[in-house]
Nanobody
Framework: QVQLVESGGGLVQAGGSLRLSCAASLRIFSAYVMGWFRQAPGKERAFVAA????????YYADSVKGRFTISRENVKKTVYLQMNSLKPEDTAVYYCAATNGYYSNFSDEYNYWGQGTQVTVSS
């Protein structure tokens, strides 16, 4: 059974930083494009960032570009999201996702999802 387990969420003041981690039980982790999405209260799930299989290409939503960095360690089967200069509007549940297809910023294209981790940014 495939599991994606996020960690690292919490409460932080505006301007602060957090690092999210997602540990995957995927048999061949390097075969998957990995993504991060987030869902704020009352809003739809939104794309945040994605990284290709070997980590050589990354993609970001405009709202986080320059502040967030996605990375992966295939040996550890883990993907990370470093979040700097956090803003109150970054408050959301953050989800890790995996797809064996091509890179996509559409949640429907992802096969596996974690349970989410809460990030709250206070002003």
């Amino acid at each position: 059974q495939v599991q994606l387990v996020e960690s690292g969420g919490g409460l932080v003041q505006a301007g602060g930083s957090l690092r999210l981690s997602c540990a995957a039980s995927l048999r061949i982790f390097s075969a998957y494009v990995m993504g991060w999405f987030r869902q704020a209260p009352g809003k739809e799930r939104a794309f945040v960032a994605a990284i290709n299989r070997n980590g050589g290409s990354t993609y970001y939503a405009d709202s986080v570009k320059g502040r967030f960095t996605i990375s992966r360690e295939n040996v550890k089967k883990t993907v990370y999201l470093q979040m700097n200069s956090l803003k109150p509007e970054d408050t959301a549940v953050y989800y890790c996702a995996a797809t064996n297809g091509y890179y996509s910023n559409f949640s429907d294209e992802y096969n596996y999802w974690g349970q989410g981790t809460q990030v709250t940014v206070s002003s």
